[in-house]
């Protein structure tokens, strides 16, 4: 089944996918994720994507099209897909649903995390990240063992560039003039959509969230 997940910036996205995946062994797929590691290694479309990152505006449609497509195609036949911050406007939805028509597919399942904006702002200010493995902690809500230190793979954590104040206030703005128009657009669509109050401890949204899923699966 095809999962997306949609929410404004630090609603808890990466945390959920990432923490269902592990466990029912579906694969998440972060455009985020996949354009961070573009821009590590130094690719034309890491360079193509870095200006609009760090100013928290989309990366264009077409570039993100392409990374999803190459993405897709290297993954295997029939596998279970959690979309993590894909798709972000109404033409990404619409060249999803093209893309998974292609291989007989469609959308499942659309999750909407939702969180008041004064939440969203502390997670994010608290955020950090390990750019080694991804592993995502937070100084208020879920600190490493080790300050700084990743527990998973002993990397130095970082504060993400674009969890800046000024940048993710545009971030929030973006969110709500390019994608939370999505939300009425999956209202109208086959998939089942699913609200999930993200403003509660991370093992209560992941419940729901699970539930959701296996059960739809079921
Ligand atoms: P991306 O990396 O996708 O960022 P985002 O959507 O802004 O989402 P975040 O990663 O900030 O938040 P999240 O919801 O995953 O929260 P998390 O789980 O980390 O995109 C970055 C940029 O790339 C974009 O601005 C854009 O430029 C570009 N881009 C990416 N995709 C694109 C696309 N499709 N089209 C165009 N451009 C694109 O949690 C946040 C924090 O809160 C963490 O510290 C976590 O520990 C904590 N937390 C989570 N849940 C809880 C809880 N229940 N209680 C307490 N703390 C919690």
Redesign the pocket.
């Known amino acids: 089944m095809v999962v997306i997940l949609l929410?404004?910036?630090?609603?808890?996205?990466?945390?959920?996918a990432v923490r269902l995946a592990d466990s029912n062994g579906a694969v998440h797929v972060?455009?985020?994720?996949l354009?961070?590691a573009a821009r590590r290694e130094g690719t034309e479309l890491g360079r193509k994507?870095q200006s609009?990152?760090d100013a928290?505006?989309?990366?264009p449609?077409d570039l993100?099209l392409g990374l999803v497509r190459e993405h897709l195609a290297g993954l295997p036949e029939g596998a279970d897909i959690l979309f993590?911050?894909?798709?972000?406007?109404i033409a990404?939805a619409q060249g999803l649903d093209t893309v998974l028509s292609d291989s007989g597919f469609g959308v499942g399942m659309v999750v909407l995390?939702e969180a008041p904006d004064e939440v969203l702002v502390k997670?994010?200010a608290?955020?950090?990240s390990c750019p080694e493995c991804g592993s995502?902690?937070?100084v208020h809500?879920?600190p490493p063992a080790e300050e700084g230190i990743c527990d998973r793979c002993g990397a130095k954590l970082v504060h993400r560039a674009?969890?800046s104040p000024e940048t993710v206030q545009r971030?929030l703005e973006?969110y709500k003039e390019q994608t939370a128009p999505l939300i009425e657009h999956y209202e109208g669509h086959d998939a089942e959509m699913v609200r999930i109050d993200?403003d509660?401890?991370?093992d209560a949204?992941y419940e729901e969230f699970r539930q959701a899923v296996v059960g739809a699966r079921a």
């Open positions: 929410g404004a910036p630090g609603v808890g996205k990466g945390t959920q972060s455009t985020g994720d354009l961070r994507a609009y990152m928290g505006e989309l990366v449609d993100i993590d911050g894909f798709p972000r406007t990404q995390f997670r994010l608290g955020r950090r995502v902690y937070n809500f879920d674009d969890d971030r973006v993200a509660r401890s991370f949204v």
